[in-house]
Nanobody, 122 residues
Framework: HVQLVESGGGSVQAGGSLRLSCAFS????????MGWFRQAPGKEREFVSG???????NYVDSVKGRFTISRDNAKNTVSLQMNSLKSEDTALYYC?????????????????WGQGTQVTVS
């Protein structure tokens, strides 16, 4: 079965950068779309960014120009480079995947999830 393991979270001051990574195993990675979601305390899980099987990317408006998603099909990983971080980016960040071209900007479109990695911006 599919397994996702996130890494790279941590604490950073506002304006700083972090790079999240997600390692995929269990099936053919290139056949899956990938997404990053986040959930802050007391809030619903929200879509942050995603990359389709064909490499096309999507971002929520609040992170456009600051975050960059990329995938490495040779290493079975997806990364999220986060620059100019703000306090409102503080959340638990989840990697998600689905064996289709694109799962959409909704958690309903993704059936496999990692455990999450905490990002705290102060």
């Amino acid at each position: 079965h599919v397994q996702l393991v996130e890494s790279g979270g941590g604490s950073v001051q506002a304006g700083g950068s972090l790079r999240l990574s997600c390692a995929f195993s269990g099936y053919t990675y290139s056949g899956h779309c990938m997404g990053w979601f986040r959930q802050a305390p007391g809030k619903e899980r929200e879509f942050v960014s995603g990359i389709a099987r064909d490499g096309s990317t999507n971002y929520v408006d609040s992170v456009k120009g600051r975050f960059t998603i990329s995938r490495d099909n040779a290493k079975n990983t997806v990364s999220l480079q986060m620059n100019s971080l703000k306090s409102e980016d503080t959340a638990l960040y989840y990697c998600a995947t689905e064996p289709r071209l694109w799962g959409g900007a909704s958690s309903l479109g993704f059936g496999y999830w990692g455990q999450g990695t905490q990002v705290t911006v102060s």
